[in-house]
T-cell receptor
Framework: ETGVTQSPTHLIKTRGQQVTLRCSSQSGHNTVSWYQQALGQGPQFIFQYYREEENGRGNFPPRFSGLQFPNYSSELNVNALELDDSALYLC?????????????FGPGTRLTVL | EDKVVQSPLSLVVHEGDTVTLNCSYEVTNFRSLLWYKQEKKAPTFLFMLTSSGIEKKSGRLSSILDKKELFSILNITATQTGDSAIYLCEASGSARQLTFGSGTQLTVLP
């Protein structure tokens, strides 16, 4: 186990709704990255937070937003859900982002949008 | 736009075979390349490569990076059924973006 936890494990929402996914990083890891993984594909980078500020962003629309808190927890919020948002959402924590570091992944949240 | 391409997309072998998985990348101001194994949900870390030509080894797995030709390989010798998984590579660059390849699905038959 990596020490990174995510909640909930599974979630079912309908199109147009909003969702909040949560991640608790390893203690001491001040960098967290969020990924979307569709079935049969590699994870797609959504964004990264470092010391509570967005530090980098992938090719996702603004309805994907996040927060990072001082207690090593973070959130991914998705507004106006679309069917294509159905995927496994992974968070990963690491030490300082400036140096190349191993990422520790949580078990993921499986989101289904109907 | 940063890009990571893995090949083959899928591979079926028998126990005892040796496999080589490929990862090529185009990343602005490359920093590192990481290999992960994904069995059910969370990818688990295998190797991090930052320097060319230095082989990283862990048991039957090894990996090497070529920064001139922009690729990495992951070798697995004497494969076992427990090696069946998706193998992912990820490249990071200074654009603060982390790019995964689509993965190689490895199936090891008894």
């Amino acid at each position: 186990e990596t020490g990174v936890t995510q909640s909930p494990t599974h979630l079912i929402k309908t199109r147009g709704q909003q969702v909040t996914l949560r991640c608790s990083s390893q203690s001491g890891h001040n960098t967290v990255s969020w990924y979307q993984q569709a079935l049969g594909q590699g994870p797609q980078f959504i964004f990264q937070y470092y010391r509570e500020e967005e530090n980098g962003r992938g090719n996702f629309p603004p309805r994907f937003s996040g927060l990072q808190f001082p207690n090593y927890s973070s959130e991914l919020n998705v507004n106006a859900l679309e069917l294509d948002d159905s995927a496994l959402y992974l968070c990963a924590s690491s030490l300082e982002w400036e140096s190349a570091n191993e990422q520790f992944f949580g078990p993921g949240t499986r989101l289904t949008v109907l | 736009e940063d890009k990571v391409v893995q090949s083959p997309l899928s591979l079926v072998v028998h126990e005892g075979d040796t496999v080589t998985l490929n990862c090529s990348y185009e990343v602005t101001n490359f920093r590192s390349l990481l290999w992960y194994k994904q069995e059910k949900k969370a990818p688990t870390f295998l190797f991090m490569l930052t320097s060319s030509g230095i082989e990283k080894k862990s048991g039957r797995l090894s990996s090497i990076l070529d920064k001139k030709e922009l690729f990495s390989i992951l070798n697995i010798t004497a494969t076992q059924t427990g090696d069946s998984a998706i193998y992912l590579c990820e490249a990071s660059g200074s654009a603060r973006q982390l790019t995964f390849g689509s993965g190689t699905q490895l199936t090891v038959l008894p």
